[in-house]
């Protein structure tokens, strides 16, 4: 069982900057997947950005050069870098993880049914 919960989110101006963060309950090295997901008001959940064990990234083309995700293994956590936020990057910001295989290569298909641990969220809101 993992359990992930996100913080972080707030209100910020257009062109400004958020640092998201998700702290998992078990390491997550070699086994998981982890990634972030978005879901703005009317629209389905959507990938942002996975990153593997070996540090290993793959984004959305609608973030690609703007935010950035990382990890840090000893402290169980995953971050979401924004930068040069826009008002269409409003949503609710999950982290998410699901097992990897060792085959798997980037760019990972990020469908949100794949992904079987959620944290609860956090909102995210850019005015322009």
């Known amino acids: 069982q993992v359990r992930l919960a996100e913080s972080g989110g707030g209100s910020v101006q257009a062109g400004g900057s958020l640092r998201l963060s998700c702290i998992v309950s078990k390491s997550t090295a070699n086994t998981y997947l982890m990634a972030w997901f978005r879901q703005a008001p009317g629209k389905e959940r959507e990938g942002v950005g996975a990153?593997?064990?070996?540090?290993?990234?793959s984004y959305a083309d609608s973030v690609k050069g703007r935010f950035i995700i990382s990890q840090d293994n000893d402290r169980n956590t995953l971050y979401l870098q924004m930068n040069s936020l826009k008002p269409e990057d409003t949503a609710i910001y999950y982290c998410a993880a699901r097992r990897r295989s060792w085959y798997e290569r980037p760019p990972w298909g990020l469908r949100s049914g794949d992904f079987g641990y959620w944290g609860q969220g956090t909102q995210v809101t850019v005015s322009s």
């Open positions: 990153i593997d064990s070996d540090t290993s990234t």
